[in-house]
């Protein structure tokens, strides 16, 4: 538990609302009451602090936030309103609302406040992952950098494992993986209580597979295989990949045999299968396959007598049941007529809060923005 778990936010909430009515135009008191208004998912009113601090006083911090927050949470839509203000309306306790996504405003916000070139990685780094969600890699590489060399300027700042990671994801899809490489290595440095990832070290392994490094990938898959089982993050599948690109076919085998399929996905099978079929394993293919099929046919025969499910989740459940035993039947047929499956590895984007004044994951007060 951490000591803002022990915190009454409800009770800090009305405190703090009594504080807004006398002194409406505080928009730092805003910024902070929107913050808590999340610690208790008040999110609606939480928008229409961040939006009143707006009207009230556009500054790169209020427009920031409130751009921050339509990325990450989206708006709200006020069903049936009536007379009176937006934000009295919003107060009214019969107010119902429908969430929708908020892309266009949040990056017309954030794009605004970029021309400015302002000294703060957040919006930086929050750009970035909006031109990555838009497979823009080009652009998220010239934000993501200039973000960088904002804090290497800086000199006591250094950059994030989320600023690392999402720059070296741009790399790989660009193939450019000596750049990529690069990049993973030093966001798996960065690991701390604020984001413990994992996927930036495996990312790192497979570019290093894939640049031909053998010794070093086997390596980073050795480290990640133990930290996987000390963190209990289940990432062996995954790290199996990094032997199965330098085609060390026993290895793969090694750790894929271990697992317990009901609980992996058979996304996997095509590398393991073919590894088994390397090594002249084709029994265990065989079984593995056939067991499989057997439980999923057994799993969609129990929801489809079921008269509690709903029909039409039987048939969805049909449908991709058969789907998935399609699948496991033509990876062997093709492992058998020896065609090699190509590892599709996509690099987990990082985030993290950007909100400024988070006091949960952010300073509260950091020397924010310089114009």
């Known amino acids: 538990m951490s000591k803002y778990d022990e915190i009454g936010f409800e009770k800090i909430a009305l405190q703090m609302q009594k504080q807004v009515k006398k002194d409406p135009n505080n928009v730092q008191l805003r910024n902070e009451l929107a913050i808590v208004f999340m610690e208790i998912n008040q999110y609606e009113d939480a928008f229409f602090q961040l939006q009143a601090a707006v009207e009230i006083k556009p500054s ?31 107060e009214e306790e019969e107010m119902s609302y429908t969430w929708e996504i908020a892309d266009k405003e949040a990056f017309d916000i954030v794009e ?39 804090l290497e300027e800086a000199i006591t700042l250094t950059p994030s494992l989320e600023n690392l990671n999402n720059l070296g994801l741009c790399y790989y899809k660009k193939g450019r993986l000596p750049e990529a490489a690069e990049c993973f290595r030093k966001a798996h440095l ?10 930036p070290f495996l990312s790192y392994g497979i570019c290093l597979a894939h640049l031909g490094k053998k010794s070093e990938a086997k390596e980073a898959a050795k480290e990640l295989l133990l930290l996987s089982e000390k963190e209990e993050e289940a ?13 060390d076919y026993e290895e793969v085998v090694k750790i894929y045999s271990k ?11 095509p590398t393991y299968f ?8 084709t029994k265990e293919i065989e079984e593995l396959a056939s067991k499989t099929i057997q439980r999923k046919e057994k799993e969609m025969k129990e ?47 990082e985030t993290r809060c950007y909100l400024y004044g988070c006091f949960r994951h952010t300073d509260a007060n950091p020397s924010y923005f310089s114009i």
């Open 259 to 269: 697992l317990d399929w009901e609980f992996y996905s058979e996304e996997f099978f």
């Open 112 to 150: 605004d406040l970029l021309k400015n070139k302002p000294r703060h990685y957040f919006p930086y780094n929050v750009m970035g992952e909006m031109y990555i969600k838009k497979e823009k890699y080009e652009e998220a590489i010239g934000i993501l950098e200039e973000a960088i060399g904002i």
């Open 303 to 349: 929801v489809i007598q079921d008269p509690d499910e709903e029909e039409e989740f039987k048939v969805e459940c049909e449908e991709v049941t058969k789907e998935d035993i399609a699948f496991i039947k033509n990876t062997v047929k093709e492992v058998y007529w020896g065609k090699a499956p190509t590892v599709k590895y996509e690099p987990t984007l």
């Open 60 to 90: 790169v911090q209020t427009l920031y936030n409130l751009g921050y927050f339509y990325f990450a949470e989206g708006k709200p839509i006020i069903e049936d309103i009536g007379s009176g203000s937006f934000e009295e309306d919003a």
């Open 274 to 281: 073919y590894s088994l079929w390397k090594l002249s394993k």
């Open 190 to 199: 960065l690991r701390s209580s604020n984001n413990y990832s994992l996927f």
């Open 235 to 247: 990432l062996e599948a995954d790290i199996a990949e990094i032997y199965y690109i330098l085609e």
